[in-house]
């Protein structure tokens, strides 16, 4: 019957399926599987068999392994896609550049080890009755290595306006290692100043423009001490040490840096007073741990992060911190005169018009030039300077 036909022909054609346009009987579903699989073994293209793979997946497969089959046929196909060469340059120049800039934070952590702690003011301790200080009484041990020089700070670039604190002087001790010193810098005694002399009752005068911030044995609070100063301030109470304290003098020169001027007999200034470079502060004496009249003259940046180490024998016998705020050598930054060797040595460019350096003659000693107070003369002080 024409009918029945019809109607056969409907049900044959529920139980087949499209395929590329045409229908294709269930039947046929693994071998198109095959077939798949076959063109992906011989190089087939690969939207043609990813075409396939979807159309097939999307078929009615009653199989379980054909549908697991045609999965993994399409991700294959996918996965199998061409990554464009612009895209695997830039993965390779990102990882160049990350690489790089490792490399280098390693290279420069390795050039640069901590920064060194330079172990070196004069005597800010009290000079308790019958004890005496010797050079090298404390052994403080440094293997680094590093020249002694360069482990303290450098001035500040274009540092100016300096004038000498005495006029003419002669240097007793200068800048660095020495037997004499209170510091240490890589194992060796340092002095944390320069020491300079004329003559007993010579007037001291301001290195620079600045405003007084210590005028008497209490100065302490301002030499950049870097821990707490109260135990032994205590200490200087209970022993009633003050009057072995040297006279000290400390000023703010405005430019960053605080200048020290020690060794006083007297001096004519208070605190929270403006002076001008070479205004007189006091008279040249030998007040503290002095053997005589001379003036010994410190420069420190108040924000410098170098420091000095003061001789662990001292911070325990003394209740004294144990370090201060590192020194910068005053020769250079002071006016150049040619007839100090020192400046000769750390200067040369200045020094090379200098004439050759007469023999030195005997230094002053105690006859004052200048018109100091006639007061009674400058006491020698305690042992050692």
């Not at 590329?20 to 087939?44: I, W």
């Not at 006091?282 to 924000?303: I, R």
């Not at 180490?309 to 705020?325: Q, R």
């Not at 050598?329 to 100090?340: Q, Y």
């Amino acid at each position: 019957m024409r009918g029945g036909g019809t109607g056969g022909n409907l049900q044959q054609r529920k139980h087949h399926h499209r395929l590329n346009g045409r229908y294709v009987k269930p039947a046929s579903t693994a071998a198109t599987v095959a077939q798949l699989g076959t063109n992906q073994a011989r190089g087939g293209r690969r939207s043609d068999s990813a075409d396939e793979a979807r159309t097939c997946y999307n078929a009615v497969v009653s199989s379980t392994p054909d549908r697991l089959r045609l999965a993994w046929l399409l991700g294959r196909s996918q996965t199998g896609t061409r990554v464009p060469p612009v895209f695997v340059l830039g993965v390779v120049m990102i990882v160049s550049v990350f690489g790089g800039l490792l490399l280098r934070s390693q290279l420069a952590a390795g050039g640069t080890g901590p920064a060194a702690v330079a172990t070196g003011t004069f005597s800010s301790t009290a000079a308790s009755p019958g004890a005496t200080t010797r050079p090298g009484a404390s052994d403080v041990a440094s293997d680094s290595g590093q020249d002694a020089a360069s482990a303290s700070p450098t001035p500040a670039y274009g540092l100016t306006g300096y004038v000498w604190p005495l006029v003419d002087a002669n240097i007793t001790l200068p800048f660095g290692p020495t037997d004499w010193g209170e510091f240490f810098v890589d194992g060796q005694r340092f002095h944390d100043g320069v020491d300079m002399a004329t003559d007993c009752g010579d007037y001291v005068r301001a290195a620079h423009d600045g405003v007084v911030l210590a005028a008497s044995r209490e100065y302490d609070a301002y030499l950049g001490w870097t821990s707490d100063i109260a135990p032994y301030y205590h200490l200087l109470d209970t022993k009633h040490w003050w009057n072995s304290l040297p006279i000290v003098v400390v000023l703010d020169d405005g430019d960053g840096y605080r200048s020290i001027y020690a060794h006083e007999y007297q001096v004519i200034v208070k605190p929270g007073d403006h002076v001008k470079a070479g205004q007189v502060l006091g008279y040249e004496g030998a007040t503290g741990n002095a053997s005589g009249c001379h003036v010994h003259f410190g420069l420190f940046k108040v924000t410098e992060t170098a420091t000095f180490a003061l001789d662990p024998a001292v911070v325990k016998k003394d209740l004294m911190p144990a370090y201060e705020t590192a020194r910068i050598d005053p020769l250079l930054v002071l006016p150049f005169r040619c007839e100090v060797e020192e400046m000769r040595t750390l200067r040369p460019v200045e020094a090379a018009p200098c004439p050759p350096l007469a023999t030195p003659s005997t230094k002053p000693t105690t006859t004052a030039k200048t018109s100091a107070p006639p007061k009674s003369s400058p006491s020698a002080g305690p042992l050692s300077p």
